[in-house]
């Protein structure tokens, strides 16, 4: 009886649901083109557009992917919704780390 439980309990060590395994450093070239499919020379350019095009891309994607999960569609990937997830929150902080940079040239510059 006690080896039947530990099967069906083999779920919870899954990458997505233990924070210990989940918790790994985002690579944004290894990562993104697989998500979004942008391609390395667009991740090589370091212009506040093209930051903001990826954060939108990254925006669009996971909605796609939230949707699919609501409506129970077979297509739906709870790792990739993880992995876009958290791009997102890595992009949204890069972006606002490079607003911050681009205000505090523009204020040296008028002063």
Known sequence: ????HRKSQSW????AICPDKARRSFDRDVE???????WPSELRT???GATARIVAL???AIRSERQRGRAGH?????????ALAE???AEQARLRE???AENKALSSVFQ
């Not at 009886?1 to 039947?4: E, F, I, L, T």
């Not at 993104?32 to 942008?38: A, D, F, Q, R, T």
């Not at 077979?74 to 993880?82: A, F, I, K, M, V």
């Open 98 to 100: 490079a607003i911050k």
């Open 58 to 60: 990254l925006r669009r």
């Open 87 to 89: 791009a997102l929150r």
């Open 32 to 38: 993104l083109p697989g998500l979004i499919g942008v």
């Open 74 to 82: 077979w297509t739906y990937d709870l790792n990739r919704h993880l």
């Open 46 to 48: 370091e212009s506040l």
């Open 1 to 4: 009886m006690a080896s039947s």
């Open 12 to 15: 919870r060590s899954s990458s």
